[in-house]
Structures are given as structure tokens and as C-alpha cells.
């Protein structure tokens, strides 16, 4: 079974940074693009940043320069580092893997928990 865990959320004042962390675990044989998204209340889930296998990012224009994707190929792990945070950055943060488990074929879409990130005024 294929398990992504994600830490770092917490409260924290705007202007302020915070660190997120996503490890994918179990039987996996290739990850290809992984990826953060967010869930304010009331709001659909959107796309904060997503990394490539190869190293390459791509933002939400709301968090560019703000924000950075990278990833340790080594170790299944994909990190947000959020500086500069804004009220507005609150939300349910969610880490997301293409990933290929070794018992298939094909790539499937993977989901953490989600952490809470909260921003305050």
C-alpha cells in the first residue's frame, strides 16, 4: 500500500514561513510529478505548485516568489517552503503523487492527509 505523509502545518503570523513535508511510502516503483494543493473553507481545491520528476515547477500565480517546490528523489519527499505568508494562504494543504505502485501498470494520482496551515492578521 502506497501511503503519503505530510507534516509541517501549524499557526503562524503573516509574514512568517513555514515548511511542508510529503513522504510517499510503500511498494513504489516511479513517481513522476508531485505536487501541493489547498482547500480554504468554502473554497475548491486548488493547485499551489507541482515539481517534475526532472526538477521542473510550476506555480499558482497567487504564491509565486512567495512560495518554492522541491523534492528528494532519493527519499520519495516533496517540500513547500512558504515564506512571506498572507491570512489568505490558510488552508488545508494537501500533497498529491502520479506514482506508479509496483503492482501495476499504470500511473494513479495519490493523496496525503492534509495539514493545516493557518495565517493569522
Known amino acids: 500500500q502506497v501511503q503519503l505523509v505530510e507534516s509541517g502545518g501549524g499557526l503562524v503570523q503573516a509574514g512568517g514561513s513555514l515548511r511542508l513535508s510529503c513522504a510517499a511510502s510503500?511498494?513504489?516503483?516511479?513517481?513522476?510529478?508531485m505536487g501541493w494543493y489547498r482547500q480554504a473553507p468554502g473554497k475548491q481545491r486548488e493547485l499551489v505548485a507541482v515539481?517534475?520528476?526532472?526538477?521542473?515547477?510550476n506555480y499558482a500565480y497567487s504564491v509565486k516568489g512567495r512560495f518554492t517546490i522541491s523534492r528528494d528523489n532519493a527519499k520519495n519527499t516533496v517540500y513547500l517552503q512558504m515564506h512571506s505568508l498572507k491570512p489568505e494562504d490558510t488552508a488545508v494543504y494537501y500533497c498529491n503523487a502520479n506514482l506508479r505502485d509496483s503492482g501495476t501498470f499504470i500511473f494513479n494520482d495519490y493523496w496525503g492527509q492534509g495539514t493545516q496551515v493557518t495565517v493569522s492578521s
Open positions: 515539481i517534475t520528476s526532472g526538477g521542473r515547477t
Open positions: 510503500g511498494s513504489i516503483f516511479s513517481i513522476n510529478n
